[in-house]
């Protein structure tokens, strides 16, 4: 089975090969190093396009917005309480990102309803627990039961 990539990057290759050739022969030499050359940037520029297919494709890692700012309040109470916090209150931006986060990866989502009927998702070892009367970036102290 031929994938999605291959044929965006067979098409591009064929385009660029093709205007190598007509560049090579408009200036008549057939020379090794200027193929090996034009073969080279080719390269160069499908392995740009294949960052770039990825990275859009794969959208932002652990490390960059709200999911960030998730993992560093969980490291701060990890790092007091010797465990992971079991809630973090969070606003409604935060909430979309983590669970974008699970389609992207194909993880689980495990959306439940608490007893003061707020919705809460799993992720990690933490409850995060959807404030949607709070500011939509809001990020509350992570606390335990009881």
Do not use: C
Not at 34 to 55: A, C, P, S, W, Y
Not at 92 to 99: A, C, E, G, L, P
Request: avoid cysteine; proline fraction near 2%.
């Amino acid at each position: 089975m031929i994938s999605r990539r291959e044929v965006v990057t067979a098409g591009v290759l064929g385009s660029f090969t093709g205007s190598a050739a007509t560049a090579e022969a408009s200036q008549g030499s057939q020379d090794d190093a200027l193929l090996r050359g034009v073969l080279t940037r080719i390269e160069e520029d499908l392995q740009k396009i294949n960052t770039t297919l990825d990275q859009g494709l794969r959208g932002p890692g652990l490390d960059a917005g709200s999911i960030a700012d998730i993992r560093a309040r969980l490291t701060t109470h990890l790092r007091a309480a010797g465990k992971f916090p079991d809630f973090i209150e969070v606003g409604t931006n935060h909430f979309y990102s983590i669970y974008d986060w699970h389609v992207r990866h194909g993880q689980q989502i495990q959306i439940t309803r608490i007893s003061d009927q707020r919705f809460a998702i799993q992720f990690m070892f933490t409850q995060l627990i959807v404030r949607w009367e709070q500011d939509a970036n809001y990020l509350g102290t992570p606390f335990d039961r009881g």
